[in-house]
């Protein structure tokens, strides 16, 4: 057994995310630090007969460094899962690891970092204390609980509101809070259940990046939601839930891509330059199957670019602000290394950030026909630039949704 | 260094049952509960004293001022301890706080007493509150009292009286040579195994007779070593508490009448031996001052002559003859009264957690509070256990029905009361009210049983039955 695991108060480590850290001797970098085999979960009534089949003979692992997604519609065993995960309910049957150890193993939780799906917090603590009653958890010693405290309330855009009871907080506010709490240890496995829930597209974004900026660290994070935007734009790899079974399993390129088709984006063409492309297409792939259509960027990152332009005029609000830049040691730059130093460390790092992935799944198009293409040559001509340039657009959410919604049945089940 | 890690480990699960001690604590501020209960607590200190006038005597301002406030005191604490216990737990399960605890290192054992050492020292504030208010009262008010009571006070109550008896006689040998006595009487006698039993009963009966009789003309002698107290306390004033019964059965006899007997104190053949003459009431406890005069072995011979013309007179062998020296102050005194209550709480807190630990709020509440209220029952619990059925003052012949349910019942009967004196065998509050004195051994013995016994029980209970249970159940049941 690790000694370090023995110690869970050994501190993490804060300033070189090239260190080795208490997690890697429980796990080699390809190894797995969730294993979880036949897991089942069979709730029961007061007189002990079955009452509902949440989780049934489940299997995956999760590799160290990874953004993994439990997805699927409410109900079908994402929560319950990750409930056992955590030992707040015990397994009807299966197997579970997590670095190694039983869930309910007391030391390895100081290598976790959890958000349940609603942030059951202590409505009578403000958010400092909120925050540093969890660090008490950890035994972080006083003054890293309170630097950690003041970056992570920078960081969840909470700076402003120190002592304002939790109690007296939107939803949003207390996700953002409760994602603070999840990582006031630096956990080296994150787990978070609905992280966007109740979050307003700022939010969102930046909950996304934090998880992106957390990845880039090598912290493992286990991330269950019913939002494909979530889950398309961070995880590596996914397990579609429905009925407590696993549907669907793999990376996103495995299972969004479609090996029969090409998707050409370009700058709009004169109309006869794309007269001529099509005639070409045509002349190896019959009429109906070519579709052509104009990229939108998706909503999201539109509304980004109007609330970015606004702040820019503006202003104070009573509740959350965007969120500031990650904190230091999550960043793994506490402790401000010397310039030349984090020069050093940039070239050695392995690249930069992900970036978001680009939209696996095609747009929704119409048939090439005459008209189409007569707008499509107009598209061409000059006109107003879009507000900003956007990422590489993910398929339309809404379409997306309902097209799963299909696949795994509309019935949306009552919560497990 | 395995030592100097398990110091440290020791040290980190303080920490973190501390972390949740505070976190208790800070609750229960937050929330208003600690200054309700303050100002509830002292408003029934000041309140009950203004609302019930005392009739001007010591023992009166004792009764109204010690006794109902710190009785009042500790039903009050009892019931908020086991609400907030129950609630405390149970609550944070139902709001799923629990789970962002219960994902944290810190063990379930950790957590339960975490809670269960901030509800005591949130009892250990509030009853030191209203225990100074009390004391302060007491002192203020007995200035108002004539001067003549307020000397029985200083003598009687504001004091701290232990007792001393006499080591209890072995019975057994007086039983062996009375049933030589009867056997020699009656040689022919073959005596049935039940007559056999009753003839025990008897022998029993008249040999304690034989030593708590003092006939007309005829004296008793008790010899008490109280060598193991300090000098300072043997050189005060003593008092002999003395309680005795007559052979005469008759009450309309007995009323009012007294018996006359004489006190002799002082080594045997002592010169300076003393004489008190006295006249007292049967059936009551009497205190009379007694002269310390010891032999120099420690001992204090007492004797008493019945000088009444026709009664026997019968001192009990367990409270007959008791000596009464002063062991400590009031104050002291007051204070470990104090702990005693508090050991009280403790216990509560530690069944309403323990029930909290796997039932809901509201039926945590309820059975918490109906163990509470079979704690107040001791007289219905020995009545049962007396008359051997449920079914009191019915004056019926029991039918096989009832026959069946007393079968089942009487023993979780006679159990409870067996329990339950485990715990109220220590009374502070007719301790206090009466000064005597309550000490470090009591005191100790009320924490072994009360809080590491009893409590102890309930603590393994409940941190058992939390560490087995489902924590995400209550919400996935929601």
């Not at chain 2, 005060?236 to 002799?264: C, E, L």
């Amino acid at each position: 057994m690790p000694a370090t695991l023995e110690n869970p108060t050994s501190p993490p480590i804060e300033n070189n995310p090239g260190r080795q850290t208490a997690a890697d001797d429980f796990a080699g970098p390809s190894e797995a630090v969730i294993s979880v085999r036949g897991l089942t979960k069979v709730f029961k009534d007061f007189w002990g007969r079955p009452k509902a089949r949440a989780v049934d003979n489940v299997d995956f692992e999760v590799r160290r460094g990874e953004v993994f997604g439990l997805l699927g519609p409410n109900g079908s065993g994402k929560s319950t899962t990750v409930k056992m995960l955590l030992g707040l309910l015990h397994p009807t049957g299966g197997h579970i690891e997590v670095f190694g150890h039983s869930p309910r193993h007391v030391a390895t939780k100081s290598l976790i970092g959890y958000l349940p799906e609603e942030s059951y917090l202590y409505r009578f603590l403000d958010s400092r204390e909120t925050l540093d009653f969890f660090g008490n958890l950890f035994d972080l010693p006083p003054a890293q609980r309170r630097r950690r405290t003041e970056e992570l309330l920078e960081m969840v855009g909470l700076g402003g509101v120190r002592t304002r009871v939790v109690g007296e907080f939107s939803k949003g506010m207390q996700r953002r809070i409760g994602l603070a709490q999840a990582l006031i240890n630096d956990p080296e496995l994150i787990i978070l259940d609905e992280p966007t829930a109740g979050m307003d597209p700022i939010g969102c974004r930046e909950v996304k990046d934090l998880i992106l900026t957390l990845a880039h660290r090598g912290k493992t994070v286990l991330l269950s939601s019913h939002l494909l935007s979530d889950v398309e734009d961070v995880c590596d790899r996914v397990v579609i839930y429905y009925g407590g079974r696993i549907q669907a399993e793999g990376t996103l390129k495995e299972l969004l891509a479609k090996p029969d088709a090409v998707r050409i984006t370009m700058p709009p063409l004169p109309r006869e330059t794309m007269q001529r492309v099509l005639d070409i297409i045509r002349h190896d792939v019959a009429s109906e199957k070519v579709e052509v259509d104009t990229p939108s960027q998706n909503l999201e990152s539109y509304f980004l670019e109007v609330v970015r332009k606004a702040r820019e005029g503006l202003s104070e609000t009573s509740g959350a602000t965007s969120g500031s830049l990650v904190a230091a040691y999550l960043r793994g730059d506490a402790g401000a290394p010397p310039p030349a130093e984090k020069i050093l460390q940039r070239l050695t790092q392995a690249g930069a950030p992900k970036p978001v992935p680009a939209p696996a799944a095609p747009a929704p198009a119409a048939k090439v026909d005459e008209a189409k293409l007569a707008g499509l040559a107009k598209a061409a001509e000059p006109r107003a630039a879009p507000p900003a340039p956007a990422p590489a657009p993910p398929a339309d959410l809404a379409k997306a949704n309902e097209k799963l919604s299909t696949l795994l049945g509309k019935r949306d089940e009552p919560r497990k | 260094m395995a030592g100097g890690d398990a110091v440290e480990r020791s040290l980190i699960d303080m920490h973190r049952i501390l972390t949740i001690a505070r976190l208790t604590w800070k609750s229960a501020f937050r929330y208003r509960i600690f200054w309700v209960m303050a100002v509830t607590l002292v408003a029934a200190v000041v309140g009950l004293p203004l609302v019930l006038k005392d009739d001007g005597t010591a023992k009166g301002l004792t009764q109204i001022v010690l006794t109902y406030t710190l009785s009042s005191v500790s039903v009050l604490l009892g019931f908020a301890t086991l609400w907030l216990s129950c609630g405390t737990l149970a609550r944070d399960v139902e709001d799923c706080q629990i789970q962002m605890v219960a994902s944290k290192p810190i063990a379930r054992w950790q957590i339960w007493l975490g809670k269960w050492l901030g509800i005591l020292a949130l009892n250990a504030m509030l009853l030191a509150l209203s225990g100074s208010a009390i004391y302060l009262l007491l002192q203020w008010r007995s200035h108002r009292l004539p001067a003549d009571q307020q000397k029985v006070l200083q003598d009687e109550i504001f004091v701290a009286r232990a007792a001393a008896r006499e080591r209890p006689p072995d019975l057994s040998k007086e039983i062996e040579n009375l049933a030589a006595q009867w056997a020699k009487k009656n040689p022919r006698a073959k005596p049935t195994a039940e007559e056999i039993a009753i003839l025990k009963t008897l022998f029993a009966n008249q040999a304690r007779t034989n030593l708590e009789a003092v006939d007309p003309g005829y004296y008793k002698l008790w010899v008490i070593n109280l060598s193991s107290l300090p000098a300072r306390v043997r050189a005060q004033p003593m008092q002999m508490r003395v309680k005795f019964t007559v052979s005469d059965p008759d009450p309309a006899a007995a009323n009012g009448r007294t018996y006359g007997m004489i006190w002799r104190v002082g080594p045997t053949n002592s010169q300076q031996a003393q004489y008190l003459e006295e006249y007292l009431p049967p059936s009551s406890f009497q205190e009379l001052p007694l002269p310390p005069l010891l032999d120099s072995s420690g001992d204090l011979y007492v004797a008493c002559q019945n000088i009444d013309p026709t009664e026997q007179l019968f001192f009990p062998i367990e409270d007959g003859f008791e000596v009464l020296y002063r062991e400590s102050t009031f104050a002291v005194n007051f204070a470990r009264g104090m702990a005693v209550i508090l050991s009280w709480l403790a216990l509560l807190s530690a069944i309403g957690l323990a029930s909290a630990s796997f039932l809901s709020f509201p039926v945590a509440a309820f059975c918490s509070l109906a163990v509470l209220i079979v704690g107040l029952s001791t007289g219905t619990l020995s009545e049962v256990q007396q008359e051997k059925s449920i079914f009191l003052g019915t004056g019926e012949k029991p039918t096989i029905v009832k026959k069946i349910i007393d079968a089942l019942t009487v023993p979780l009967f006679d159990a409870a009361l067996k329990v339950v004196n485990l715990v109220e065998a220590f009374s502070p509050v007719e301790s206090l009210s009466t000064g005597q004195s309550i000490t470090w051994g009591q005191l100790g013995l009320a924490v072994g049983q009360i809080v590491v016994l009893m409590g102890g029980f309930f603590t393994l209970a409940g941190i058992l039955l939390f560490h087995r249970r489902e924590l995400a159940a209550a919400q996935i049941n929601s």
